[in-house]
């Protein structure tokens, strides 16, 4: 068995420094998930109090998660896929487990980044007078059923998001991906606070921007058998257990991403002041995002959704106020590429160059995370085949091209290729066939598959290997190359052996319940 703590391998590429780390960690970290997902569960789980309970879980349960996987990155020098392996033999099945998660996820990312490029392209053709393009939007609703069902246009512009991902990955570790991260971060970052000043500045966003950040308790209540509103565990869980999901997600944990990303961390740099500060950046976008959002899709809910039936459903203008604004925040892809295209389009003239700057901020978040994923996936057949990174990228190219393909033109020609056709197809007629889960577009089953099943197997497996197997002092010392001390060693010892693993097993088990329906567990 090789030793466990690797020197620093001079052959392998390295970041240019600590703040060349951070930022590519935070450029992973930063994508679709701060700028979109966020903001629409902390709308649908109370505001404030979904906030609270994140920030927790970041700074303890986020926190633990990375600085493991960093430190087995750095420690065997090696990517996912081979690291756990050489820790261990006989573990290589869960680096094999953890490299399925980002073959899974790139494509249909980049197809969403497709999607992205898609509205970029035609809010500046808005911009530079394209009459035909200002009346293809007006109806976004129809404008984006009709793109995502067009025969090749999803693809087309998928395999353009893949394109780019690549030319940035050949290109290395420090002139492709530092680099265009150097470019795209800066400028996401100003992006989002500018369009975040003038959204808060539109008269009456007031209303929307408390409705985001104050604490509601109401979330946390249900209706007992009294009749009246109490506070409720299982709402409490549900919403432990939502955040907890989306923290996954959004730091880009159990992809193995960070453990391709730590080792070309060098010994010198401090893992966990590094962690702290990607933790500080993602959340703050995320936060940032919900800002950029909430305050007008509210405004807009609360005008064109408030309707006197709803009042009379509901019992009051406050309660349909709610209604109308969780309906209009939970409309999924739709809330980016339906709802906030009109909320755009009554800003008058200053909306095309809204949408221009927004949705160039989306590519610039999507881009980073896709060449994130794309990375792992090349590091680790580098690391498998000992092969060069020109010819990995060919090959992931072709790979990542071709099953973007099921994605693509899932929700179009392949629409009614489902699970659920082919088993009633093969004469299962139970109601179970046509449930929700085998309904799914491949789009949707790949979500769920690595989402809410493979990372939290490889999240789980990944502490009690290190907790249990490798034992926590291999980590700390790896720790203690970059700095003098550990300060929350004793902390991380509880989390990584106990804590971590009973927590993360809650996510999987809810998680299966929720998709397929079991226990009424729905969010
Ligand atoms: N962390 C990214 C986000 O918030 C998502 C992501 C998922 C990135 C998987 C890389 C890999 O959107």
Known sequence: MDSKN???????????????????????AIGLGNLWRFPYLAAQYGGGTFILIYLVLVVTLGFTLMVTEIALGRMTQQSQLTAYGKLQPGFGFVGLLSTIIPVIIVPYYCV????????????????????????????????????????FAPFGFGLLFILICALVIVLGVKDGIERSNKIMMPLLFAMAVGISIYVCCLPGSGEGIKYYLIPNMDSLRAVGEDGAAHFSLAQLGKTILGAMGQMFYSLSLAMGI??????????????????????????????????????????????????????????????????????????????????????????????????????????????????????????SVCDL???????????????????????????????KVTMSAALQNMGFAGEWAKSAFFSMQFLDFFDF???????????????LFVGWVVKTKAIEDEVLHGEAKFAAAGFYRVMVKFIAPALILAILVSEICRNLGIGGWKI
């Open 385 to 415: 085949l000992h092969i060069d990174r020109k010819p990995a990228t060919f090959f992931t190219f072709f790979l990542i091209a071709f099953l973007a393909v099921f994605s693509a033109i899932g929700y179009g020609a392949w629409g």
């Open 112 to 151: 969403i980044g497709g999607w992205v490029l898609k509205y970029f392209w035609t809010y500046l053709r808005i911009v530079f007078g394209n009459q035909n393009a200002t009346e293809a939007l007006a109806d976004s609703g129809a404008f984006f059923t009709g793109f995502i069902s067009a025969p």
């Open 258 to 379: 960070m453990i391709t990303y730590g080792s070309y961390m060098r010994k010198e740099d401090s893992i966990e002041k590094c962690v702290r500060r990607i933790e500080i950046f993602d959340t703050l976008i995320a936060i940032v995002a919900g800002l950029m959002i909430i305050p007008v899709v509210y405004m807009f809910a609360v005008k064109t959704g408030v309707t006197p039936e709803l009042i009379a459903q509901t019992g009051s203008e406050e309660a349909a106020k709610l209604t109308a604004v969780k309906s209009a925040m939970n409309a999924g892809p739709g809330l980016m590429f339906v709802t906030l295209p009109k909320v755009f389009a009554g800003f008058g003239a200053a909306g095309p160059w809204v949408g221009v700057f927004f949705f160039l901020l989306v590519i610039f978040a999507a881009l980073t995370s896709a060449i994130s994923l794309y990375e792992a996936c090349v590091a």
């Open 6 to 28: 690797t020197d620093q391998n001079p052959s392998r590429a390295s970041w240019s420094g600590q703040i060349g780390f951070i930022l590519a960690a935070a450029a992973s």
């Open 449 to 463: 598959i690595t989402n809410s099943f493979l990372m939290p197997i490889v999240a789980a497996f990944t502490c």
